[in-house]
């Protein structure tokens, strides 16, 4: 069976330079990457990642913490994540959350510290500093997504700044009467996200000089479902509708335009309603929404990570915040009362 050396041989290059070509790992001209595979692919040799690990400490598996892989930004989150770490030629392990303290507790005790990742992501975890500190012990660097990690570097988007910039677009449209859907205590649990986007919606609404409904702050659960239970009965007495919607997710915002359908109410022309998140529905409902690319911040986690691993472990912690894109649909217009 041909080894490394055949290959190197074959190919008219080091073994060094073969070894990274193949693993993916390291800087390798592509013209150099090419003779490798096709010699390696001519001599039918496989790499050895078992003895690649031993002779690098690595064992090319990182780690991937999220609340819930069911909901549509954790989802996208891991999709951009394995991707990214596929083109880098590491393996990923999930570990779900999602069924509360104890197993989050045994997942961040006991299963990331069996030293079989080289790495963590955790999305949307507020890790404390025990429990940070308990895997860089252990020569685990970590990056965050979603919030704010003591130690660790971290991506995330201005919740309360871009919830302000959503109420601003409908205030310069010219409404005034505007609702929220807000999430339930079910998500206050780690950064306190539903908290956050109602303060900006909050402080929008009274740089403008109008009034805060409590009345018209509905609580759901962040899907299409959730949001459009509520939204009915938020929009169920005519008398006293808003004429805008701003929803702390876009599946909240979608089951908004579906609840005000039933009513008769055509959007945007009677009820304008904006969302926060880019999910893909959006644009097939025409939605207005601050697409926060979820994939991308996985990707960016990735990178990060192994800048680390490749020779950066020294360097400090980073908080960056991921670029966002307003996208203006349909969905939103001037209120009935003026246009």
Do not use: C
């Not at 989150?77 to 570990?95: F, H, I, K, P, R």
């Not at 959350?97 to 507020?126: C, H, N, T, Y």
């Not at 005034?176 to 109602?198: C, M, N, W």
């Amino acid at each position: 069976m041909a080894g490394i050396k055949d290959v190197a041989e074959r190919a008219g290059l080091s073994i060094a330079t073969v070894s990274r070509a193949l693993s993916g790992k390291g800087n390798v001209s592509p013209k150099s990457r090419e003779r490798a595979q096709a010699a390696a692919s001519d001599l039918g040799f496989v790499p050895s990642y078992q003895a690649s690990s031993l002779a690098s400490g690595r064992n090319y598996n990182i780690g991937l913490v999220v609340p819930s892989v069911h909901r549509w930004y954790f989802s996208s989150v891991v999709e951009g994540v394995s991707a990214a770490l596929l083109d880098a030629g590491y393996d990923l392990t999930l570990y779900n959350v999602s069924e509360g303290s104890a197993r989050r507790q045994s997942v961040l005790k006991d299963f990331l510290l069996r030293q079989r990742v080289d790495a963590v992501i955790a999305v949307s975890l507020a890790l404390t500093e025990s429990e940070i500190g308990q895997m860089l012990a252990v020569h685990r660097p970590i990056v965050g997504i979603g919030g704010p990690l003591q130690g660790a570097s971290t991506i995330r988007i201005d919740d309360h700044g871009l919830s302000e910039a959503a109420v601003n677009h409908l205030i310069r449209l010219g409404h005034s009467r505007i609702a929220h859907l807000t999430g339930d205590s079910v998500y206050e649990q780690d950064f306190k996200i539903p908290r956050t986007r109602l303060a900006g919606f909050e402080m929008a609404m009274r740089d403008a000089g109008h009034d805060v409904r409590p009345e018209w702050i509905a609580t759901a659960d962040f899907t299409i479902q959730g949001g459009y239970a509520t939204a009915r009965q938020l929009l169920g007495s005519p008398s006293e509708r808003p004429t805008a919607v701003f929803a702390a997710s876009d599946e909240m915002a979608i089951g908004a335009i579906l609840a005000a359908r039933d009513f008769g109410l055509r959007v945007p022309e009677d009820l304008s309603v904006i969302g926060l998140d880019g999910h893909e529905l959006g644009e097939l409902f025409g939605l207005t929404t601050i697409d926060q690319d979820p994939r991308g911040q996985g990707a960016l986690a990735v990178r990060l990570l192994l800048e680390g691993l490749d020779g950066g472990a020294g360097r400090p912690a980073v908080d960056t915040e991921y670029p966002t894109k307003f996208v203006i649909r349909s969905s939103t217009a001037v209120p009935p009362s003026i246009s």
